[in-house]
């Protein structure tokens, strides 16, 4: 590893200036970073860590504003949580499916979405629980929806200096599901992840959310395939048909995992399978 | 580049050290501090070898840097042992055959040790899938979950 410079910054704004500097990196839970770092494909001349600066961790519920967490909460937190798993529960099955305990103990929420991957096991979840990104620089603060955050693969709307800090959910699903579809149990990177989320009233369909990771440039809401179901009642035809909107939607790739006509075969399926239970579960 | 100093409890011990930021937490137990339990397998948290435990949780010690661990209690595998008298997994490793050339066996160990320490309470099938993050290339893991199951029913038996 190239050696660099190291930063414990205990505010947030002096980790943004720190961070706006040329050939910095933020530190998180450092299992992407340390591992980049090792193979040389990152090269920072310092690396800031977020661990020492306070408010950045930690799972919070209020009945006004839903939930929020911490960017520096461990990956191992969000699988766990009982209000993620109640409200959100995609998004903390989402959590579970990434590499084993050993490094989910490390990495965080916050590093998994700041990372960009369009693969990230967290992404769909969050995309159905329509959350909304907070970030500060020594500039001041923003908010960002996660549908707007990715501008490609490992890129982002964030600007130098700028630090995601939290992730707020203040839209529960009644019913929600995450399929990652892979070929290890664990320690795998997905082919594809879908997730779906339903709020049913009287057995119709009240409001859909399709998150779809590893099928385009970036993670994707499929909204046509939405609104197709909304005021709907979710039988099997109308999950079908939803299921063949979203794939219609996707602009996957071909790579050494599978192939683009199999991914977009797969999300007709797995969007199906997601809506299916999250209706199950409504 | 400037070295950092940083104070970490390794097995009950306080060490205070100058670390290279670039050093991590693997490369401190072993090189500088001469802990050489800890195995070096994959290098990219994929095997599992490398886990320890810090704050009482597992994790890799590779994908780690050693200047992040300040303040952190880590126990390695040096640690479980007792007044001369191995730790209940430690045993029932031995007892059941649970390593073959033994590289596995301490992050084996230290995950299982978190694992139980966490909840007794798991089935098989989840202590397996919950051991995943490790790779062992001999034993076939049967021998490995039979360790473990032994040691939750030892656990629980003198608990």
């Known amino acids: ?282 | 580049m400037a070295k950092h100093p940083v104070s970490l409890t390794v097995n009950g011990d306080e060490h205070d050290l100058l670390i290279e930021p670039r050093k991590t937490l693997l490369a401190v137990l072993r090189d500088t501090i001469g802990l050489t339990g800890t195995k070096e397998g994959c290098s990219t948290g994929d095997c599992g070898a490398c886990t320890v435990i810090v704050d009482g949780k597992a994790v890799t010690s590779c994908m780690v840097l050693g200047v992040t661990a300040s303040g952190k209690e880590i126990t390695t595998i040096e640690g479980l042992a007792s007044d001369g008298e191995l730790h209940p997994i430690q045993q029932a490793f031995i007892d059941t055959g649970g390593y073959q050339c033994g590289f596995c066996t301490p992050g084996f160990i230290m995950a299982s040790k978190a694992l139980v320490d966490e909840n007794l309470d798991r089935t098989e099938e989840e202590f397996r899938h919950a051991l995943g993050g490790n790779i062992c290339r001999c034993t076939g893991y049967t021998k490995i979950l039979e360790a473990v199951l032994q040691a939750v029913e030892e656990i629980r038996a003198t608990s």
């Not at chain 1, 660099?4 to 961070?19: D, G, I, K, N, V």
């Not at chain 1, 955050?149 to 599901?177: C, D, M, N, W, Y």
């Not at chain 1, 989320?197 to 998150?211: D, F, S």
């Open chain 1, 1 to 282: 590893m190239k050696n660099f410079e190291f930063f414990e910054p205990t505010t947030l704004a002096e980790a943004s200036r720190l961070f706006a500097q040329e050939h910095a990196q933020l530190l998180a839970g450092g299992t992407d970073l340390v591992i980049g770092m090792k193979a040389y494909t990152e090269t920072p001349q310092s690396v800031i860590s977020l661990q020492n600066i306070p408010g950045l961790t930690g799972i919070t519920a209020d009945s006004d504003n839903g939930i929020t967490i911490g960017a520096m909460t461990k990956v191992r937190e969000v699988e766990l949580s009982e209000d993620i798993l109640k409200h959100h529960t995609a998004l903390a099955e989402g959590a579970s499916e990434i590499g084993s305990i050993q490094i989910r103990n490390l990495a965080t929420l916050g590093g998994n979405i700041a990372h960009a991957s369009p693969a990230a096991d967290t992404v769909a979840g969050l995309l159905v629980a329509d959350a909304q990104v907070d970030i500060a620089s020594a500039d001041g603060e923003r908010t960002v929806s996660i549908n707007e955050l990715f501008t490609g693969p490992g890129q982002t709307v964030l600007k130098p200096g700028e630090i995601i800090t939290q992730f707020r959910l203040p839209s529960p699903a009644s019913g929600s599901h995450y399929i990652k579809h892979k070929i290890r149990e664990v320690m795998d990177l997905a082919f594809i992840g879908v997730a779906s989320a339903i709020n049913l009233q009287n057995g119709v369909i009240k409001e859909a959310r399709i998150g779809l990771a590893a099928v385009a440039p970036t993670p994707i809401r499929a909204t046509e395939a939405e609104n197709l179901l909304k005021g709907k009642i979710p039988t099997p035809e109308l999950l079908q048909q939803a299921g063949e909107v979203a794939a219609a939607a996707t602009r996957p790739i071909s790579d050494l995992r599978c192939s683009a006509e199999h991914r977009r075969e797969m999300v007709d399926v797995l969007t199906r399978r997601t809506l299916q239970i999250a209706a199950d579960r409504a």
